[in-house]
Nanobody, 124 residues
Framework: VQLVESGGGLVQPGGSLTLSCAASGSTLDAHAMGWFRQAPGNEREGVSCINRSDGSTNYADSVKGRFAISRDNAKNTQYLQMDSLKFEDTALYYC??????????????????WGQGTQVTVSS
């Protein structure tokens, strides 16, 4: 299984970016897909996840109302629409697939397929 992210880049505060994550190979054993980010010196944190079956979503408080996760099961692709970007959103963003418990939907250790990451830099 390979996950490939795209769509990162440099954006001004208040701007928008859409990240994509294309999966190749079978990820049928993973019922959830998620987005994570890691800034230098920080631990990897869960940003958002989506259930592949019912489309239910979960967001970190820091991105609620600004980010939106979606998926296209036919294309085996997930997306992260990021609006109203802030300086503190700057990080390397990873997509992942796994089987998180309901109590740990955005816990990185619950995910076992990972992409290489795409850099998002918010700067004026």
């Amino acid at each position: 299984v390979q996950l490939v992210e795209s769509g990162g880049g440099l954006v001004q505060p208040g701007g928008s970016l859409t990240l994509s994550c294309a999966a190749s190979g079978s990820t049928l054993d993973a019922h959830a897909m998620g987005w994570f980010r890691q800034a230098p010196g920080n631990e990897r944190e869960g940003v958002s996840c989506i259930n592949r079956s019912d489309g239910s979503t979960n967001y970190a408080d820091s991105v609620k109302g600004r980010f939106a996760i979606s998926r296209d099961n036919a294309k085996n692709t997930q997306y992260l629409q990021m609006d109203s970007l802030k300086f503190e959103d700057t990080a390397l963003y990873y997509c992942a697939a796994g089987q998180p418990a309901l109590s740990a939907l955005r816990l990185p250790s619950m995910y076992y397929y990972w992409g290489q990451g795409t850099q998002v830099t918010v700067s004026s």
